[in-house]
């Protein structure tokens, strides 16, 4: 049945016939009687990359297989969601490898994103903690791949958005952990000369991001502040916490019960909002133990925080950098700066060194912004890929929903031989979304 | 700690109820046709929550088998929860005597058959709690749907009946009455989304109906009023409406 879907940003939305699964069989039957599909998950991708006419999604097919406890051996189905895996491995001492800013996605989605998180720069993507993964192809065969075991397909299937199958299982190696608590080091940077400093002199730290405000002009262009943390030991904890180390944050989280009207966020509202939180941070560096959750998923506590953006939705734009490029950042932040069409949300963070297929991460800067949809934004878009592209930056496939399929070509350079491989395993273009479409990564039908 | 029985442990509803129970530390046996598909779920419940968790072959029509079955169980359990139903098209069921005879069988029939030997069981012991996840299509028949209500009918009413029965014996029966609910069963249904409830929410409300012994537990609260008002409107003008 056709049902209204999209994806995180609420752009686009789609009509779409959405079917579920909770046995092999099911899945096995669903993939034979497909026109055409894309595989689905929590839809916390920002775009179009989990939307199409037809998707298979995964939700249902959600079970625990295999938990080595010894050695932080996780095994699961494809749509069990990070935020469930967490209430059972911390308090067993394991943390998850890799996580995004928010615990509600799947772990297909993990694995078709290859997501990052703040610890890129030590630990790379997810991708780099799987031992194996089991997926179902276009014509229905059931194929396991691994870094030793079908690479090709293994490679194309780490970022590659759920083009190659559907992911079903996964087995990947977890971070043991003596707490559930992050030591926490805020530091606040007066411009973006001064942050980018503090990246790289607290790179020895685990997980590092920075809160950036991109309206600020002049001397304080760029005034951030840096998150860094280390998982707490026993030995690191307020005496208040030491007989429940591995404690589960209590869940409590706020619901964003309607659409704003999209004006609301004007660049008054965001000015005001930069202030405050800029404000709040009124020390030069703040030192904490706190549990993970508001460390690694601060906007997971106000569900449907994407309803503040308006009923029209907003694009996350996502880009990385080379670390030669600093001045590229320059510009595209006095850009949107220039044009005040503000951002809600800006993250900076250092990536580390990765050389994949398709994921999206590799050495270098990224920067995500928010920008609600509305007229000229896409055409102003088009100029900022115009300066990553000068800059031998890319865009991240998760957060799109509007790039040109030339602005992807010259970002990847092996995109011709991710299309080759996909070409081999989904030959006829039954796995499709609207975004391999209007990529171009899909062969036609 | 105790151990709770799911009769038709396949369903989304019946995944959400045996993982809420896990979650409070019962040890679970989860029953069902095909049980080798259980294993994944077996596999997730004693993993998330550590208690034991085994599988059992159950065929809900299959009457001649359910004495074996609940004899073959080494622990009994403490706790039994009938989920197991099956709804399809009241058109097509009208035309056809077989797809009827399933609605009935497993709505009604068989849910009567292995709660009969488990009621049994649970009145020699004085002890035990029996959960049936009825419906509220069987609190009054509507032309789109009343081969399914009228099964339920049966159920509730048998429900309500073994309640009044084994209350003597110190054994306590729910009557689960469900309105929407998103499921695989109901994924082809065009459902208003205020009026429904996730699997989870029933899980919710089964657990805290056993915790505090409650009789009969509707889904969501306005469930209740909505079908008061249902049952109340007379029948010379019920007939006429396209329900």
């Known amino acids: ?445 | 700690m105790s151990t709770v029985l799911i009769l038709g442990a396949t369903s989304d509803m019946a995944v959400a109820i045996a993982r809420k129970m896990a979650e409070k530390g019962n040890n679970i046996q989860l029953a069902a046709r095909n049980s080798n598909r259980l294993q994944a779920l077996q596999s997730d419940i004693s993993l998330r929550y550590q208690v034991d968790c085994t599988i059992h072959e159950f065929d809900a029509t299959d009457f001649n088998l359910h004495l074996s079955f609940y004899q073959s169980l080494s622990i009994k359990p403490d706790i039994t929860i009938c989920v197991f139903g099956y709804m399809s098209d009241n058109i097509i069921a009208g035309k056809d005597w077989h797809e009827t005879s399933k609605i009935i069988n497993s709505n009604y029939t068989g849910a009567v058959s292995i709660l009969n030997i488990i009621a049994e069981d649970y009145a020699a012991k004085k002890s035990g709690t029996i959960v049936g996840i009825s419906s509220v299509a069987g609190e009054r028949g509507r032309q789109s749907n009343y081969i399914y209500g009228s099964a339920k009918a049966g159920f509730t009413a048998y429900l309500s009946g073994l309640r009044n029965r084994l209350y003597h014996d110190g054994v306590h029966v729910i009557t689960v009455l469900p309105g929407f609910v998103n499921t695989k069963m109901t994924a082809e249904l065009k459902l208003p989304p205020l009026l429904t409830a996730s699997p989870e929410q029933v899980a919710d409300a089964v657990e805290k109906a056993i915790r505090k012994k409650q009789n009969v537990v509707y889904i969501k609260w306005f469930w209740k009023w909505i079908m008061k008002i249902i049952k109340n409107i007379p029948e010379g003008m019920f007939k006429k409406k396209k329900l």
């Open chain 1, 1 to 445: 049945m056709e049902k209204k879907i999209a994806n995180w940003g609420n752009y686009p939305v789609m009509e779409s016939d959405e079917r579920f699964f909770s046995f092999d069989d099911q899945l096995q039957k669903l993939v034979k009687e497909s026109t055409h599909f894309i595989p689905r998950g929590n839809g916390r991708c920002y775009g179009d990359a989990s939307l199409s006419s037809e998707t298979i999604n995964t939700l249902k097919y959600d079970k625990v297989l295999s938990f080595d406890k010894s050695n932080g051996i996780l095994e699961c189905q494809s749509g069990l969601t990070l935020d469930k895996i967490l209430e059972f491995i911390v308090p067993a001492g394991w943390f998850l490898p890799v996580t995004p800013g928010t615990k509600f996605i799947t772990v297909g989605g993990a694995v078709g994103s290859d997501v990052h998180g703040k610890n890129h720069h030590i630990d790379g993507s997810f991708s780099n903690h799987i031992v194996d993964m089991e997926l179902i192809l276009a014509d229905g065969t059931i194929t396991v791949c691994s870094p030793e075991q079908n690479v090709q397909l293994f490679d194309a299937t780490c970022g590659g958005m759920g083009l190659t199958g559907l992911i079903t299982k996964v087995k990947f190696r977890l971070k043991k952990i003596e707490t559930s608590y992050i030591k926490q080091k805020q530091l606040k940077a007066k411009n973006l000369d001064e942050v980018i400093r503090f990246f790289d002199e607290y790179n020895h730290y685990t997980y590092s991001v920075a809160w950036i405000d991109c309206l600020k002009k002049g001397e304080h262009f760029g005034r951030s502040i840096l998150i860094l943390g280390e998982h707490a030991k026993v030995d690191e904890l307020p005496e208040k916490y030491k007989a429940d180390p591995l404690k589960l944050p209590a869940k409590k989280s706020i619901p964003f019960p309607i659409n704003l009207p999209s004006w609301v966020l004007n660049s008054f509202t965001v000015k005001l909002f930069n202030f405050l939180y800029y404000g709040k941070n009124f020390k030069k560096e703040i030192n904490n133990v706190v549990s993970y959750e508001p460390f690694f998923y601060p906007l997971d506590a106000i569900l449907n925080w994407n309803r503040g953006y308006g009923k029209k939705g907003f694009i996350q734009y996502q880009f990385v950098l080379p670390l030669s490029a600093k001045q590229g950042l320059v510009e595209i932040l006095h850009r949107i700066s220039d044009e005040g069409l503000g951002s809600f949300l800006a993250v900076l963070k250092v990536f580390g060194k990765q050389d994949s297929l398709i994921s999206f991460p590799t050495e270098g800067y990224t920067l995500a912004l928010d920008f609600p949809v509305r007229k000229g934004l896409f055409e102003f878009l088009d100029e900022l890929d115009k300066i990553v592209l000068k800059y031998g930056g890319r865009l991240y496939m998760s957060k799109d929903a509007r790039m040109k399929p030339e602005v992807l070509k010259a970002g990847y350079p092996r995109l011709d031989e991710f299309r080759q491989i996909i070409k081999q395993y989904n030959p006829k273009g039954k796995i499709r979304s609207t975004q391999s479409d209007r990529l171009l990564l899909t062969p036609q039908p």
